[in-house]
C-alpha cells in the first residue's frame, strides 16, 4: 500500500528512469484504477540521476498543462515517501497500437488516414503548448475501450521547445536523425509518427527492420504501398523525409494535409443516398449463424431495416455459395476468421472477451463458446474495416446523424 490509499494491482516493465504500477485508489470513492510512477533511475551515477529528476519534473509539470485533453492522461497528484518521489495519473482502459499492428494484418488507406488524424490532432495540441513527445511509438499510443479514440501516453520523455537537454531520448525505429544527435524539434514527433504509419500499411516492424533511405533525397524508400493513394503516399513521404527542411514543421502542418486528403473528392460518381447506404451496409446482415441484424438508425421513427445473408467466415479462402443461397454483396469480403490466441493477446481472457463482446452490441444466448466469440470479433472486424472504407469514400455530413448498430444473436 503506497501512501496508505494505493493498493498495487500489478508492475509495468521498467522504464529507463522510473517504475510504474497500475493500483487501485482504496479512497476514491469508485476505488478507480490509476497509473502511479516512481522515480527510479536504473543507474545511480550522477549524470542519470540528474537526468531522472529532470525527466520526471518535467512530465509532471507537461501533465498538468496537458492533461485536461481528452486524449492525454489526467494527473491526479503527487506525493512523496522518504525520499522516493510518485505521481498518480489516469489510467487509460484499452489496448495499445503495438497489440494491433502485432496482428500481421496491413491496414487499409482509409483506416491508416483515420489513425493519422487521430494522432496527429492530439499531437498538435501537444505542440501548440511548446512540448516535443520524443517518444511517439505504437506502446504509447493507446485504442481508448470506451470511445476508440488514441490516447497519447508516457510524457516521461518530453522536452520543452527552445530547451536543450544533454540527454538523447527515444525507441531505435522510430526516432529520426536530428533527435539521435541531440537535437529534437517538433517534427521529430512528426518523423514518428510517419514511421507509425508506414508500419501499419506495410507490417514492417521499424525497431526490427530497417527502411532504407534514399542519401540524395533523404526519402525513406519503402515501396509506396501499392494499395494506397499517392496522395497519401506523398504525405507519408514528407512527414518521414530524413532532411528537416523537407518535413512537415509540426503536426498541425502534417494535419493539414491529412484533412485535405479526407475533402479531396473521390472517384464515386455522387454521394449516396441513405437508402444506398443502408442496401450498402445491410450486406452486413445475418452475421454468423443467420441470427445477427445490423440496423441503420435515425431520429426518424420509420427507420429502414434491411438484412441479408453472408457465409462464416472459414479458414479457407475460397467457400462459394450454394445455389440457394444468397450471394454476398460484391464489394463485401468475407471476413477473415481470427484465432483465439488473438482474442486472448488483445484482451487478457475469456471473460474480458465476453463483456467487450456485449459492449460492442453482441448479445448472447448463455454462455459463448470460443467458436462463437471468434465468429462475432471476426465479422465486427470486418464491419469496423469497412465502414472506415465507406466513410472515407463518402465523407457525407447528410450520414451524420445516422448511427450503424450491430446485434449479433448468437
Known amino acids: 500500500m503506497l501512501a496508505g490509499r494505493y493498493k498495487i494491482i500489478k508492475e509495468f516493465k521498467d522504464g529507463g528512469f522510473s517504475q510504474t504500477f ?4 482504496q479512497r476514491h470513492p469508485q476505488q478507480r484504477r490509476c497509473v502511479i510512477k516512481k522515480l ?4 545511480t551515477d550522477a549524470f542519470t540521476v540528474k537526468t531522472a529528476r529532470h525527466l520526471f519534473t518535467e512530465e509532471v509539470n507537461a501533465l498538468k498543462k496537458l492533461g485536461h485533453y481528452t486524449q492525454i492522461p489526467q494527473l491526479y497528484t ?51 503548448q511548446g512540448v516535443i513527445h520524443r517518444d511517439l511509438k505504437p506502446q504509447n499510443l493507446i485504442r481508448r475501450q470506451s470511445d476508440q479514440s488514441i490516447v497519447l501516453i508516457d510524457f516521461g520523455s518530453i522536452q520543452q521547445c527552445q530547451t536543450s537537454s544533454d540527454a538523447v531520448v ?32 506495410t507490417g514492417i516492424d521499424p525497431t526490427k527492420r530497417a527502411f532504407d533511405v534514399d542519401e540524395r533525397t533523404g526519402k525513406v524508400n519503402w515501396g509506396r504501398y501499392p494499395k494506397i493513394s499517392s496522395d497519401l503516399a506523398n504525405v507519408i513521404d514528407t512527414m518521414v523525409c530524413y532532411k528537416l527542411r523537407d518535413r512537415y514543421s509540426s503536426a498541425s502542418e502534417a494535419l493539414r494535409s491529412i484533412n485535405t486528403l479526407f475533402e479531396t473528392p473521390r472517384r464515386s460518381a455522387a454521394v ?7 442496401r450498402f451496409v ?3 446482415g445475418l452475421l454468423g449463424t443467420g441470427l445477427a441484424l445490423p440496423t441503420l438508425l435515425s431520429n426518424s421513427e420509420t427507420s429502414d431495416r434491411v438484412s441479408f445473408q453472408l457465409p462464416l467466415p472459414t479458414a479457407s479462402s475460397g467457400r462459394s455459395p450454394k445455389a440457394d443461397e444468397p450471394k454476398p454483396f460484391p464489394l463485401v469480403p468475407v471476413p477473415t476468421p481470427l484465432e483465439k490466441a488473438e482474442l486472448i493477446e488483445r484482451y487478457g481472457s475469456y471473460n474480458e472477451c465476453c463483456k467487450i463482446a456485449v459492449a460492442r452490441g453482441i448479445q448472447f444466448h448463455g454462455a459463448p463458446s470460443w467458436e462463437k466469440l471468434i465468429q462475432a470479433f471476426s465479422y465486427l472486424d470486418a464491419i469496423q474495416e469497412f465502414s472506415h472504407g465507406y466513410m472515407a469514400a463518402y465523407p457525407s455530413l447528410a450520414l451524420s446523424e445516422v448511427k450503424f448498430e450491430v446485434n449479433l444473436l448468437v
Open 22 to 25: 497500475l493500483a487501485k485508489d
Open 40 to 43: 527510479q533511475p536504473q543507474d
Open 78 to 128: 503527487t506525493f512523496t515517501d522518504g525520499s522516493d518521489f510518485y505521481l498518480v495519473e489516469e489510467f487509460v482502459v484499452g489496448r495499445s497500437l503495438a497489440r494491433e499492428l502485432r496482428w500481421g494484418r496491413n491496414w487499409s488507406e482509409a483506416r491508416v488516414l483515420e489513425l493519422l488524424q487521430n494522432i496527429l490532432t492530439t499531437l498538435a495540441f501537444v505542440h501548440r
Open 170 to 201: 527515444g525507441t531505435d525505429g522510430y526516432i529520426p536523425p536530428e533527435q539521435l544527435q541531440g537535437y529534437p524539434n517538433l517534427c521529430s514527433d512528426v518523423y514518428a509518427v510517419g514511421m507509425v504509419a508506414l508500419q501499419a500499411l
Open 272 to 278: 449516396p443516398t441513405r437508402r444506398r447506404f443502408l
Open 282 to 284: 445491410g450486406a452486413f
